[in-house]
């Protein structure tokens, strides 16, 4: 059994949930988001840690933690400035009215520690999975 792909494939279930629903608040308080940034999110937020969880499965799994590991990382970063540091209507403290405030607000706060524990989980398993593969 692969233990650390089980890891990796429940880390990223949970964010892509908590982003999921954080992407459903956006839509419901008419948040929207640069093309860059729809680019950013699609790209880097839900493709590659679907990717490096592929990856995990495979003899390629120390790829797909170091992809992981860049993906997690950039979304907590994007999260922290776009939710916290920069002004706008993507900012915890400039939100527009709307039912969905709140649940807008839990998701964004939830990437946080999800995104975080991602970024450990998946530094950690590229460490422990350096030099695993075996050259042919």
Known sequence: MNKMAILA???VVANLAVATI???AH???GVGLDDWQTAFVRVVVVAAPIVSVVLY???LRDWG???LAISMLGALLFGIYYHLI???NDHLGHLPEGDARGLFTA???LLIPAEAVGAAFSFWSAWKLRGTRRQP
Do not use: D, F
Request: aromatic share 4%; no cysteine; net charge positive.
């Open 86 to 88: 920069a002004v706008s």
């Open 57 to 59: 499965w495979t003899p």
């Open 22 to 24: 954080h992407g459903q």
């Open 107 to 109: 998701t964004a706060l």
């Open 9 to 11: 494939t429940v880390v």
């Open 65 to 67: 933690a170091r992809l």
């Open 27 to 29: 839509v419901a308080l």
